[in-house]
């Protein structure tokens, strides 16, 4: 009886969302903006219907409203759970041009820029799919190898087993790298108006930038109030908790 219960409730907090979901894109196709926020929003305090979505469109009523932080916080949600969509990374780029603090960005040379090119075309869930289909594949040609009973036939599905257990190799070793990238990863938005990064974790610490709210960190390490975040440009410093907003 719980059980039932249980489904029941989950399927009517589904249901709310689902209905607030639809709400707030009928209050933004009417130009809405500010009520269509407080529509989405209620759906991802909710936390029960998450979506790329989701947090495309709460992003685009943000930069309706011309509020940074909140519009490019909710396109780099989008972007956890959709990569590389064409489309959020258009508005991103748009919304971007709203910050203040322009941060270089130094890339990435060599043999490790070639890899994270590579495993970075899909992400780690796409790669243990081809993972799996290639081992689908694999014992196909390790079947086909056995019963055959031709020479060419054997010695094709034979080549055959090599070429797809070292894809399916390279694919695995893939997804491990963006699973790892994926979790190392934590990038975080400036909400506060203007903050300061220091040197250390203390308030007396010597200023190292000045950051203005959108302005994107990756966070390293955590103690106490404070966190030690790196820039794109790969400055580091400590900024207070409480005026940034983890993305992940």
Known sequence: MKNIIYLFLFISQVFFAQSNFEKGTALYQKGLYKEA????????????????????????????????????????????????????????????????????????????????????????????????????????????????????????????????????????????SERNNFENDRPAIVFAEMTEVRSEPQKKGSAVILLHEGAKVYVQETLGNWKRIELTDGTEGWIDTMAIREVK
Do not use: H
Request: hydrophobic share 50%; glycine share 4%; proline share 3%.
């Open 37 to 176: 926020a407080q529509a989405y929003e209620s759906v991802v305090a909710e936390d029960k219907l998450q979506s790329a979505e989701l947090y495309f469109y709460l992003g685009n009523c943000y930069y309706k409203l011309n509020k940074v932080a909140p519009s490019i916080y909710n396109y780099e949600k989008a972007l956890v759970l959709k990569p590389n969509d064409p489309e959020t990374l258009n508005n991103l780029k748009f919304a971007k041009k709203l910050t203040i603090d322009e941060i270089k960005e130094i890339p990435k040379v060599g043999f490790s820029k070639l890899i994270q090119n590579f495993t970075s075309i899909f992400d780690y869930n796409t790669w243990a799919i081809i993972a799996v289909s290639l081992s689908f594949a694999f014992l196909l040609s390790f079947i086909g190898y056995y019963f055959s009973e031709l020479s060419l036939s054997k010695r094709l599905f034979f080549i055959g087993m090599f070429v797809l257990l070292f894809a399916l190799l390279l694919s695995v070793a893939a997804g491990m």
